[in-house]
């Protein structure tokens, strides 16, 4: 099996996570990078050692010697250039939010099936073994009937210059956080939720128009069929924390974190009993999983249609809780 050649668009924070996972990918060659200042993105290639650097995100794509391309881009730029990279022929691996609407959404899956491409969402913490021994457990019944999933995802952001502040740019705490407890929740539950309902608080950076105001702390609840719920909260103003916490009808199991370190191993605790499990580096494991499924030799652990965690019912749920909490709590 040949090397599947990435592409990098744009020189994001969240890809100097996914260059070194896409050079250290048995079966991923990264190639080159795009961004809209070039002097950055030659930075970028200098300190991951991307050998080509593309005067544009066009350029890039056009290139016979790039495969697939990772897109890190504002929220509100996922869906037209994820449909730009499918329509010039490459697979796509698209940083969550997957769009800003479930339409968006709809269109770049139609758009991968038509070209016979293929789209992962990168929620890189379902392949940490941390998640993958919690869902053997829950799959296994060593909680019982799953009954309750509760998860809380917050961290203070102080850079202004962030287009997590700016609605026009799909941002606020529950696309960038609260997308993790409601793909926890899916997961989980394997299942879509029935009924939702939220809260938010809504603010920006100081000076920003109300226009742009964004939910800076956000609270829901998710009722699934058989009486089942999860409940989450999130924020952009407080203090780091990353809880989850799956009640079941004869036990409980907990997790530290979304995001465990790459060098320390990950901890999930049943019943009160603390179980260790072996660092890893999510962000490579899941580059190589795209890499198989590209290649025809593995199957989609999360990213089938059909599957509840796919792309569609995780921004239609994102959706709805959105719609609900501006119903709830007016700007």
Not at 152 to 175: I, M, N, P, Y
Not at 195 to 205: I, K, Q, Y
Request: glycine fraction near 8%; aromatic fraction near 8%; proline fraction near 5%.
């Amino acid at each position: 099996m040949s090397n599947l050649r990435f592409g990098i668009l744009g020189a994001a924070r969240i890809a100097s996570a996914l260059a070194p996972a896409i050079r250290a990918a048995h079966g991923a060659e990264l190639i080159g990078i795009a961004a809209r200042d070039e002097t950055r993105a030659r930075a970028f290639a200098d300190q991951f050692g991307i050998p080509q650097v593309f005067a544009d995100y066009d350029a890039l794509l056009s290139s016979d010697e790039i495969d697939a391309v990772y897109i890190p881009l504002p929220n509100d730029l996922h869906a037209p250039w994820a449909i730009r990279a499918l329509e010039a022929g490459k697979h796509v691996l698209l940083e969550k939010p997957s769009a800003m609407t479930s339409a968006e959404t709809a269109r770049v899956l139609e758009v991968a099936a038509q070209h016979g491409k293929t789209v992962f969402e990168g929620f890189m913490y379902r392949y940490h073994p941390q998640f993958t021994r919690a869902l053997e457990l829950v799959r296994g019944e060593a909680i019982g009937e799953l009954r309750l999933v509760r998860s809380s995802f917050s961290f203070t952001l102080t850079r202004d210059a962030d287009h997590r502040w700016l609605r026009s740019q799909g941002g606020g705490a529950l696309f960038d956080l609260g997308c993790y407890c409601t793909n926890a929740a899916l997961l989980f539950m394997n299942d879509t939720p029935q009924v939702v309902e939220a809260r938010a608080t809504w603010g920006s950076r100081a000076g920003a128009p109300r226009e742009e105001f964004v939910d800076v702390e956000f609270v829901a609840t998710m009722e699934f069929s058989g009486g089942r719920r999860a409940m989450f909260d999130c924020s952009l103003r407080h203090p780091t924390r990353q809880k989850l916490e799956l009640v079941g009808t004869t036990g409980i199991l907990e997790l530290e974190g979304f995001v465990a370190p790459r060098d320390q191993p990950g901890r999930v605790v049943l019943n009160g009993v603390a179980e260790e499990t072996p660092a890893a580096d999510r962000y490579q494991l899941m580059v190589e999983h795209f890499v198989r499924v590209v290649a025809g030799v593995d199957t989609p652990w999360f990213d089938a249609p059909d599957q509840p965690t796919s792309a569609w019912p995780q921004m239609r749920t994102l959706e709805a809780l959105l719609q609900s909490a501006e119903r709830n709590s007016p700007r």
